[in-house]
């Protein structure tokens, strides 16, 4: 596809839940970052992916969070038992490591979650 | 504690003159600067960038100024257009970190006809 996309758009889930998110990068595109954006906030780094690995989880708020990029290409951020404080939109980006703009990361237009 | 800071959370500007938003970090070690503009319900879309060997990097109507030494950044918009409304934010990397960004907390520019 031409850009990032994510999906859902949108999520309601109820605490306790467990919730998973995709996100689909830009064809060719190595590295991989997920974000988390709170209300008056602005986004949050979550974990980043060279490749399949995960080469920095720093901002992983806790081991309620994990993510996947099995084949080094769509990655799913996976939420389990989900507290009403995961409510925020979670941005997924994608970056080439090559060429003049290595630098520029293209983002989703991100899944809002909402845990009531 | 915010490294990156955006300490005017709204700006309003008449269509035409300059829009000018601002931003402040405080971790040394950032040597990359970025702006990203965000509409409703869409993600943050990359508007300009600037090296921290650069303290003036110029693309149409947008300059982005660097002043190393007071760990500040501006972002100048003109002729500023209704379509520049939007929410703006700054955001830095660093080398050897895998180029996450750290952002702020975002300016809300709002371009009056």
């Known amino acids: 596809g031409a850009g990032v996309s994510q999906t859902p758009s949108n999520k309601v889930t109820e605490k306790g839940k467990y919730v998973e998110l995709r996100c689909d990068p830009i064809?060719?595109?190595?590295?991989l970052y997920w974000y988390r954006q709170s209300l008056g906030q602005g986004p949050e780094f979550l974990i980043y992916f060279q490749g399949t690995g995960a080469a920095d989880d720093s901002g992983l708020p806790n081991d309620r969070f994990f993510a996947v990029r099995p084949e080094g290409s769509v990655s799913t951020l996976k939420i389990q038992r989900t507290e009403r404080g995961d409510s925020a939109v979670y941005l997924c980006a994608s970056r080439n490591r090559g060429g003049l703009s290595y630098n520029e990361q293209f983002f989703g237009p991100g899944t809002r979650l909402t845990v009531l | 504690d915010q490294q990156v800071k955006q300490n005017s959370p709204s700006l309003s500007v008449q269509e035409g003159r300059i829009s000018i938003l601002n931003c402040d970090y405080t971790?040394?070690?950032?040597?990359?600067f970025l702006w990203y503009k965000k509409y409703p319900a869409e993600g943050p879309t990359f508007l300009i960038s600037i090296s921290s060997i650069k303290d003036k990097n110029e693309d149409g109507r947008f300059t982005v100024f660097l002043n190393k030494s007071a760990k500040h950044l501006s972002l100048h918009i003109v002729p500023s257009q209704p379509g520049d409304s939007a929410v703006y934010f700054c955001a830095a990397s660093r080398g050897g970190s895998n180029y996450k960004l750290t952002f702020g907390k975002g300016t809300l520019l709002t371009v009056n006809p």
């Open positions: 971790n040394s070690m950032f040597d990359y």
């Open positions: 064809s060719g595109h190595t590295a």
